[in-house]
Every structure is written in structure tokens, then in C-alpha cells.
């Protein structure tokens, strides 16, 4: 299996501009998280999804956060407009059953001048 | 409030020297303790999942160990290549499915 899937592997943008980061789960895997890690607060949820149904979004910073799963094999985390305070590195996980283990991808690194 | 709390922050062993890593943790109901790998630049790398106190797993040289309040990821003998930073996270029982991570140790073993 080919893993968890994240695009772009690295993001530079400017204040203000809109930031799409993707995810492909692993295949069968029914639910997907959005992580983000950075050096003051380590590793937080943002959203999760099961089913393609947004579940626990207690997570998400601002309005400015957007997540969609449109289908099984495929989610977006947008955030317009982006702000430096949004850099960081964004991990996508996913896992067969709520209770069983996540498996991360490589995580995009975003840089927000 | 669930919380995890993990240490030390960082760790210097000489390779071939075993040591522990704790993870303690706060939480209303467990529903499982999970062990990850992390190197620069990559996604988290699970090792293992705990759900019961006295629960023991291993894998090559590590060892998790999982009390009601903390678990052990005891190290034997530890290569250069085991460096890298280990996160310790619990899931609750309480509805959400999410995972609580602390702040993690970096482990350096020397050559």
C-alpha cells in the first residue's frame, strides 16, 4: 500500500493568499484527521472525518480553516487568507476504525511570509 | 482535561546504552496508548498500541509498558540509528476519536 498521501510537500506563500493543502488515504480506511505541528504546541487535531461526514472540528482555528472530503479517497484543508501564524506542518492521518491506529503521511511544510 | 506529558524533552545515550522514555498521562477513560517514531521532516511512524494496564509490547530493541497513569518505552541497547524524536498519544473514551500527543523526547544515540 502506498501509504498516506499529501500535496504539496511544501508550501511558500504570501499573507493574505488562499492555501489548499490535499490528502489521499490509505485505501479502506474510513476515517481521516488533519493534524498540525509546530515547535510551541506540538502535535493537535484540527478536524476528523468518518465517512466522509466532518465529525469533531473543535480543532479548527478561525473561520479562515475550511476542510472537505468529498469523496473516500480525497480531502482538502483550505485556509483563506492565510496568515504567518498559520506556518507550520500539516499532517493528514487515517485509520481503518475510530479506535485503531492513524497512520500519518509526510505532512506539508507551510511557510506564510 | 486529557493531557500527556512526556520525558525527559531530550535524551544522549552512547550507543548500546538502554534507557526509558515516560509518557504520563491524564485522562478521563483510556481507550488506548500509542507509541510513534517521528525523523526530521517525516509523518509520525507507528510502533505500538497499549489498551490495558500491564499490557506489554516489543519490537526489535523497544519495549512499551503501559501502567493506569504512564508507560515506558524502554530502549536496549540502542543503535545510532534509533535517533530520532518518540511521541507519546492517548485516546479517550469520551466520543472523539482524536489523539492527545505530548511534546515528545529527542533521542540522540552516539556512535
Known amino acids: 500500500d502506498a501509504g498516506v498521501i499529501q500535496s504539496p510537500r511544501h508550501e511558500v506563500t504570501e499573507m493574505g493568499q488562499e492555501v489548499t493543502l490535499r490528502c489521499k488515504p490509505i485505501s479502506g480506511h474510513d476515517y481521516l484527521f488533519w493534524y498540525r505541528q509546530t515547535m510551541m504546541r506540538g502535535l493537535e487535531l484540527l478536524i476528523y472525518?468518518?465517512?466522509?461526514?466532518?465529525?469533531?472540528d473543535s480543532g479548527m482555528p478561525e473561520d479562515r480553516f475550511s476542510a472537505k472530503m468529498p469523496n473516500a479517497s480525497f480531502s482538502t484543508l483550505k485556509i483563506q487568507p492565510s496568515e504567518p501564524r498559520d506556518s507550520a506542518v500539516y499532517f493528514c492521518a487515517s485509520s481503518q476504525h475510530g479506535q485503531e491506529t492513524q497512520y500519518f503521511g509526510p505532512g506539508t511544510r507551510l511557510l506564510v511570509l | 482535561e486529557d493531557q500527556v506529558t512526556q520525558s525527559p524533552e531530550a535524551l544522549r545515550l552512547q550507543e548500546g546504552e538502554s534507557s526509558s522514555l515516560n509518557c504520563s498521562y491524564t485522562?478521563?477513560?483510556?481507550?488506548?496508548l500509542f507509541w510513534y517514531r517521528q525523523d526530521p521532516g517525516k509523518g509520525p511512524e507507528f510502533l505500538f498500541t497499549l489498551y490495558s494496564a500491564g499490557e506489554e509490547k516489543e519490537k526489535e530493541r523497544l519495549k512499551a509498558t503501559l501502567t493506569k497513569k504512564e508507560s515506558f518505552l524502554h530502549i536496549t541497547a540502542p543503535k545510532p540509528e534509533d535517533s530520532a524524536t518518540y511521541l507519546c498519544a492517548v485516546q479517550g473514551t469520551d466520543s472523539s476519536y482524536k489523539l492527545i500527543f505530548g511534546s515528545g523526547t529527542r533521542l540522540l544515540v552516539r556512535p
Open positions: 472525518f468518518n465517512n466522509n461526514v466532518p465529525i469533531d
Open positions: 485522562v478521563s477513560g483510556l481507550r488506548g
